[in-house]
């Protein structure tokens, strides 16, 4: 048995640097290993997913296409898994910490933040995505690590009125943002809101447009 498992030790041992040496020589290669690695992800299936990767596949292959897998399809113990042997948090122009913020995934999005993804890429596009899906506990995560609620000409202030999401237009008035953008923009649920709570600025708006 000793044997045996020392034999197979060994065998990956020079799958592995074989599989390196043709990488290195050929940026484009693609193991089997690799093709089998989305695959894996796609079916949930974490135990075959780390022995591949275990066993030599490239966790990056296609732009990391494995974690992109992962979080699109809702694995997040093999999003975590990915992310905690390197896969790149910032993979497909921030899409891992985009569709967090836009799925309302906040466990997976702290994973993200703590691996150094930049929650803040494409001028606080993430806060403007969790703002008009009505995602308060992710606004409110963006914002206390420094997201900018004026992004864009005050974008997520907007496109929260806009969905009628009275909670996060609350909590973005509150961190500074002005309460006649969302009385412009907003639906019934957030005009009643603002006139019941913040009836001062509404009225010298209301004159204001006179």
Known sequence: MIREKIVIK?????????HSSMRA?????????????PIAVKKGNLSRAKELIEHGADLHVDDDEPLVLA????????ADYLISVGANVEAHDHFPVLFCAMEGNLP?????????ADIHANSEQALRKAASKGHLPIVRFLVERGAYIHAENDEPIKVSAEGDYVPVVKYLIGHGADPSIPYLYGGERVRSYLEMFHAGTINAYRKMIR
């Open 10 to 18: 060994s065998t990956i041992q020079t799958w592995n640097y074989l």
């Open 25 to 37: 020589k050929d940026p484009s290669f693609a193991s089997d290993l690799d093709r089998r690695l």
């Open 71 to 78: 979080i699109r399809h809702g694995y997040l113990q093999i």
């Open 108 to 116: 997976t999005l702290r994973t993200l933040a703590e691996y150094r």
